[in-house]
C-alpha cells in the first residue's frame, strides 16, 4: 500500500481523446515526493530537447503532493508545469484552492495531458469516469465565468480549472484559474493549456486517501490547527492576508513603482490592507483546511464599472498598483478583475503594462503604434493595454510575448528596463538595495519570481549593504521553500505566522508512513532544483551563466527616490554573489551542475546528459 498517495497517475491524450492510468511508481514517490517534484520529474523524462512549448510534443502537468487533502493545516494546493512558452525552460505554477484534493479523491496524483485537440474541448473526471468533452460553447468566454457556466451544468461538487481568452489566444504569461480568483500564473501555464484546446478541467471524487493510522493522523492534525490559533501572528494576519504586507515592503523602500523606476509609492495608504478591509472587502475566503484565510473576496465600484473580485492580494496591489501607478483599492481591484476573467497573471501582466507604459512615456512607441494615449496612472490606459494583450491586437500582439520579447522588438534602450529575468518578469519586490532578494530572482528555476525564496527579510535583518551570507540564505531559502510545493502544502502557515518547519517531518512520516527527516526532505528539494537546471541547459542553447543576470536598470540606476534612495548594486557585487553562488551549488562558473554535485544528489543519469549535449 502506498500511502499518503491515490496511486495512479492519469495520462489523457487530447489528440485522440483517450485515456490511461498508469500505477504510481513507489520509488518516484519516494525519491520525488509529489507536485513540483512529479511535475519536474515527468518533464525532464518526457519533454525533449527542441520540442515547441506550444506544440504537441510538450505535456501539462497537474500533480498533488501527499499532505494534499489530508487532515493537516493548509493542504490544498496543486501544482500545473509545461515547458515554459515564456522563458522556454521549466516552467510550474502553485495554486490553492480545492483541486488538488478532489484529484486524489477522485483517485489521482498527477494528470497528464498530451497532444493537441482538434477543437475546444474540457476534460470531466468523476472518478473512474473520464471524458474529453466540447467546449465549444465556452470558447470566447471569461475563466471566471467559464467556472460558473460549469458549476451550474455539472454541480458545485465539481472543482473546476479554466482558461481565459488570453489563453485561448497563446499570451506567453496566461494563467490558470480555480474556485473564482485562485490561479497558477507564472511560466504561462495557462498558455500550454490554450494551445492543446483545453478550456477546463472539471473534477469529482468519491475516494479516501489511504493512511496507516488515519486515527494518529486525525490526532496529530488536531494538534497541529491548535498550534497555528495559538500563534501570536495569527490574529495580524489573517484580517488582511497577503495585501497587509503593502506597508512594509513600501515603509523598507522595495514596493515596485512606475515600472521599477524606485521603491516607494507615496498613495501607498489608499492601497493597502487597511483600505482593502475598509473599502471594499465583504468577507474572508480560504483554501482547502486553511486555518489563517489569505482571499478576500471584494466589492468595488469605479467610473469604469462595479465588480466582485477575490482580492487583490499583494502581488496585484505592487504590479498593478505601484508599478503602474494606480492609485485607490477600488481601482486596483477592478484591474484585477479584468485580469481574473481575460486569464492574465496579474504579477506578468502588471509588469508588462508597466514597462509598456515606461515606453510610451519615452516615446519609443507612440499613439500611432498603440491607438490611444497612455499614462500611467490611469485605469483606462491599464484596462485598454490588457485587453489588446489579450486579443493580441496590435500592439498588444507584441506585448502578449512578454517583456524581454517586447523589448527585442521596440529596442531604442527598452531592453535595460524590460523587468525579466530569463523572460519571466519580475514579481513585487524592489531589489537593488537587497542582494539575496537579487540574487534569488536572478537563479530561480522558472525565472524572476519570488517564492522560490523570499530573501528580503533576511537582507533588513543582516543589512542590506553587505553580502556575507546572501548567498548561502538564498540557497536554503531554495530547499525550504519549494519543498512545500512538493508535499502539497501552503507555505503561509510557516511565513506569516511561524508554524515551525520541524513539523512537517512528523507530519509527512504520519501520512506516508516512511520515516523523514528535515535534512532528507531538503536533499529531495535540491535534486529537484538541480533537475530543473539541467532542463534548462537542455531546452535553451546556450544556457548559463548569462541568463542569470537582471536587467541593466538594477545595477546601473541608483533608486531615485523613498527609503533606499541612492541605493543600487554594482554589476561587480552581481558577480561575486553568483560566484558564491555556484561555489555552494556545486555547480561551474558558468552555472552548470558538476557530475560530482549531480552523482551525490543520485542524479547520474542526468550528468550524462548533460555531457553528451555539450
Request: glycine share 12%; with cysteine.
Amino acid at each position: 500500500m502506498l500511502y499518503g498517495y491515490a496511486g495512479k497517475v492519469l495520462r489523457i491524450n487530447l489528440g485522440d481523446r483517450t485515456w490511461k492510468t498508469e500505477p504510481l511508481d513507489p520509488q518516484v514517490a519516494k525519491d520525488f515526493l509529489g507536485g513540483r517534484g512529479f511535475v519536474s520529474k515527468t518533464l525532464y523524462d518526457e519533454v525533449k530537447p527542441g520540442t515547441d512549448p506550444l506544440g504537441p510534443g510538450n505535456k501539462l502537468v497537474m500533480a498533488s503532493g501527499p499532505l494534499a487533502g489530508t487532515f493537516f493545516p493548509c493542504t490544498g494546493k496543486v501544482e500545473f508545469g509545461a515547458k515554459s512558452p515564456a522563458t522556454g525552460g521549466y516552467g510550474d505554477s502553485n495554486m490553492g484552492g480545492h483541486l488538488a484534493p478532489e484529484m486524489k479523491y477522485a483517485g489521482y496524483d498527477a494528470v497528464i495531458f498530451e497532444g493537441i485537440a482538434d477543437g475546444p474541448c474540457y476534460v470531466y473526471i468523476d472518478d473512474d469516469v473520464v471524458q474529453v468533452r466540447d467546449a465549444s460553447a465556452y470558447w470566447g468566454k471569461g475563466a471566471i465565468e467559464t467556472e460558473r457556466i460549469l458549476k451550474d451544468e455539472l454541480g458545485e461538487d465539481f472543482q473546476i480549472a479554466t482558461i481565459g481568452p488570453a489563453g485561448e489566444k497563446l499570451v506567453k504569461y496566461a494563467c490558470i484559474s480555480h474556485d473564482f480568483g485562485r490561479q497558477s500564473g507564472r511560466t504561462g501555464v495557462g498558455c500550454v493549456m490554450g494551445s492543446k484546446k483545453l478550456k477546463a478541467i472539471a473534477v469529482r471524487g468519491s475516494h479516501a486517501v489511504p493512511l496507516p493510522d488515519p486515527e494518529k493522523a486525525l490526532d496529530l492534525g488536531k494538534k497541529m490547527f491548535d498550534v497555528c490559533f495559538s500563534k501570536p501572528g495569527f490574529k495580524e494576519w489573517t484580517p488582511f492576508g497577503t495585501a497587509g504586507v503593502t506597508d512594509w515592503v513600501n515603509e523598507v523602500g522595495s514596493f515596485p513603482t512606475k515600472n521599477f523606476q524606485t521603491g516607494y509609492f507615496e498613495r501607498y495608504k489608499e492601497i493597502n490592507g487597511k483600505a482593502l478591509r475598509d473599502k471594499i472587502h465583504i468577507l474572508d475566503k480560504g483554501c482547502f483546511g486553511c486555518p489563517i484565510p489569505c482571499g478576500k473576496y471584494s466589492k468595488a465600484k469605479v467610473p469604469q464599472g462595479e465588480i466582485h473580485v477575490e482580492g487583490p492580494e499583494y502581488e496585484t496591489i505592487a504590479m498593478v498598483g505601484g508599478d503602474c501607478l494606480i492609485g485607490t483599492i477600488e481601482e486596483v481591484a477592478y484591474a484585477n478583475y479584468i485580469m481574473d476573467e481575460l486569464g492574465i497573471d496579474t504579477i506578468s501582466g502588471g509588469n508588462t503594462v508597466a514597462f509598456a507604459l515606461e515606453c510610451f512615456e519615452k516615446g519609443i512607441i507612440t499613439e500611432k503604434d498603440t491607438g490611444k494615449d497612455l499614462a500611467f496612472g490611469d485605469l483606462d490606459s491599464v484596462v485598454y493595454l490588457l485587453e489588446k494583450i489579450a486579443k493580441r491586437e496590435g500592439v498588444g500582439d507584441i506585448l502578449a510575448e512578454g517583456v524581454r520579447d517586447a523589448a527585442a522588438r521596440f529596442g531604442q534602450g527598452s531592453e535595460r528596463f524590460a523587468i525579466h529575468v530569463k523572460g519571466l518578469e519580475l514579481s513585487g519586490y524592489e531589489p537593488r538595495n537587497a542582494p539575496a532578494m537579487m540574487l534569488a530572482y536572478m537563479t530561480a528555476d522558472i525565472g524572476a519570481h519570488h517564492n522560490r525564496a523570499w530573501a528580503i527579510t533576511y537582507d533588513i535583518a543582516s543589512g542590506r549593504e553587505s553580502l556575507e551570507g546572501k548567498a548561502e540564505k538564498t540557497v536554503e531559502l531554495q530547499h525550504v521553500r519549494p519543498l512545500f510545493d512538493m508535499m502539497g502544502a501552503c507555505r503561509f502557515p510557516w511565513v506569516e505566522i511561524s508554524f515551525e518547519l520541524g513539523y512537517y517531518p512528523e507530519i509527512l512520516s504520519t501520512i506516508t508512513g516512511q520515516d523523514y527527516t528535515w535534512e532528507h526532505m531538503l536533499y529531495l528539494s535540491e535534486r529537484v532544483w538541480n533537475m530543473n537546471r539541467a532542463f534548462n541547459i537542455l531546452h535553451i542553447p546556450g544556457f548559463g551563466r548569462g541568463y542569470d543576470y537582471p536587467p541593466a536598470r538594477f545595477y546601473e540606476e541608483p533608486i531615485p527616490s523613498g527609503p533606499t534612495k541612492g541605493g543600487n548594486i554594482k554589476k561587480d557585487q552581481l558577480e561575486s554573489l553568483l560566484d558564491r553562488y555556484y561555489e555552494i551549488r556545486g555547480w561551474d562558473n558558468n552555472g552548470i551542475p558538476t557530475r560530482e554535485r549531480l552523482e551525490a544528489l543520485g542524479l547520474p543519469s542526468v550528468a550524462a546528459d548533460l555531457e553528451k549535449a555539450r
